[in-house]
């Protein structure tokens, strides 16, 4: 049932991107790159985070290599990446965990699309006392995340996180969005929460913000965008609660991109906060991603021979 919720996000991220084609541009503001394929190098981390009476729960989360293809006028823009190594030691215990994103930057509309499985987590107490292990501890985020960008004409999501266009003069633009998550907690007998039930909550919202690209000069770009809001959810006998709760929520991200006519490198950064409520007692929840990357332009990937 995740993965069909999943699959059909996915299809309506395709009939979007057929339906923006015509989308217009200004040409003073946004340039696409001459080239046909778009092919990227990163690495990447990515973790989710749980806060909760004043204590921080984290992941032992490992470092991803990836690799991604877009071709222009095609449906082929796909990436994959693997975990290579955990960057901390089994002091801090193992996670299991799945991370599946999907990010669509298009000209009026970006979409977020989030599977997120993370099993087993510590607290050290920023090393005021001896790692505590929590290896039952898990939770599930699966939902997506939308915005709809006002000045789309000139702001270029896809010149700021994406490098698949070009961004010539600094724009910004006013952004209206919401969300949909589906949440599943599961808490550890380690921890002060009383309640050994599963957590489940269904949020749904609306938020608002602004995004802008500083084009420093030629070579560097530098681009962000904030959005607050607040999510509702039906609240379930275990949250603490059996009527309707107003949740605030807050999703950022941001980039630095150096960039020449045939290839760039990028550093992203994206932050997605949102929390439910386990036995009376608020949990934040986290999604902090970072990922450096190396983009390459090219009209084809194999080179022609050259006729005798």
Same mark, same amino acid.
């Given at each position: 049932?995740?993965?069909?919720?999943?699959?059909?996000?996915?299809?309506v991220?395709?009939?979007?991107?057929?339906?923006?084609?015509? &989308?217009?541009?200004?040409t003073?503001?946004?340039?696409?790159?001459?080239q046909?394929?778009?092919?990227?190098?990163?690495? &990447?981390t990515n =973790? /989710?985070?749980?806060?909760s #009476?004043?204590?921080?729960?984290?992941?032992?989360?490992?470092?991803?290599?990836?690799?991604?293809?877009?071709?222009?006028?095609t449906?082929?823009? #796909?990436?994959?990446d %693997?975990?290579?190594?955990?960057?901390? &030691?089994?002091?801090?215990?193992?996670?299991?965990?799945?991370d599946?994103?999907?990010?669509?930057y298009?000209?009026?509309?970006?979409?977020?699309?989030?599977?997120?499985?993370?099993?087993?987590?510590?607290?050290?107490?920023?090393?005021?006392h001896?790692?505590?292990?929590?290896?039952?501890l898990?939770?599930?985020?699966?939902?997506? =995340?939308?915005?709809?960008?006002?000045?789309?004409?000139?702001?270029?999501?896809?010149?700021?996180?994406e490098?698949?266009?070009?961004?010539?003069?600094?724009?910004?633009?006013?952004?209206?969005?919401?969300?949909?998550?589906?949440?599943?907690?599961?808490l550890?007998?380690?921890?002060?929460?009383?309640?050994r039930?599963?957590?489940?909550?269904?949020?749904?919202?609306?938020n608002?913000? %602004?995004?802008?690209?500083?084009?420093?000069?030629?070579?560097?770009?530098?681009?962000?965008?904030?959005?607050?809001? /607040?999510?509702? #959810?039906?609240?379930?006998?275990?949250?603490?609660?059996?009527?309707?709760?107003?949740?605030?929520?807050?999703? #950022?991200?941001?980039?630095?991109?150096?960039?020449?006519?045939?290839?760039?490198?990028?550093?992203?950064?994206?932050?997605?906060?949102?929390? /439910?409520?386990?036995y009376?007692?608020? /949990?934040?929840?986290?999604?902090?991603?970072?990922?450096?990357? %190396?983009?390459r332009?090219?009209?084809?990937?194999?080179?022609k021979?050259k006729?005798?």
């Amino acid at each position: 049932m995740k993965f069909f919720f999943f699959a059909l996000l996915i299809n309506v991220v395709a009939i979007y991107q057929c339906l923006a084609q015509t &989308s217009a541009v200004d040409t003073a503001y946004i340039r696409d790159y001459p080239q046909k394929i778009l092919i990227q190098g990163y690495v &990447s981390t990515n =973790e /989710v985070l749980l806060t909760s #009476a004043g204590k921080t729960y984290q992941p032992n989360y490992p470092l991803n290599v990836g690799l991604g293809i877009d071709i222009k006028n095609t449906v082929i823009n #796909a990436t994959f990446d %693997y975990g290579v190594l955990s960057l901390k &030691s089994n002091a801090y215990g193992k996670t299991n965990l799945a991370d599946l994103q999907v990010h669509n930057y298009g000209r009026k509309f970006m979409l977020d699309l989030f599977i997120q499985q993370y099993k087993g987590f510590y607290d050290d107490g920023l090393g005021t006392h001896p790692i505590i292990l929590y290896p039952n501890l898990s939770v599930s985020q699966i939902g997506a =995340e939308g915005s709809y960008i006002f000045n789309g004409d000139k702001f270029s999501g896809k010149a700021a996180f994406e490098q698949s266009e070009k961004q010539l003069i600094s724009a910004g633009s006013f952004i209206v969005g919401g969300g949909a998550y589906l949440y599943t907690l599961r808490l550890d007998s380690n921890m002060l929460i009383s309640g050994r039930n599963p957590i489940r909550n269904f949020q749904i919202g609306i938020n608002s913000g %602004y995004g802008y690209s500083w084009v420093i000069n030629d070579r560097w770009l530098l681009s962000g965008m904030a959005k607050i809001g /607040v999510n509702s #959810a039906n609240e379930q006998e275990l949250t603490g609660a059996d009527k309707i709760k107003i949740y605030p929520t807050g999703f #950022a991200r941001g980039s630095a991109t150096y960039q020449k006519p045939d290839w760039a490198v990028s550093f992203l950064m994206l932050i997605n906060n949102k929390s /439910v409520y386990a036995y009376q007692n608020q /949990v934040q929840i986290t999604s902090v991603n970072f990922q450096l990357s %190396y983009i390459r332009h090219l009209d084809s990937i194999f080179k022609k021979k050259k006729q005798a």
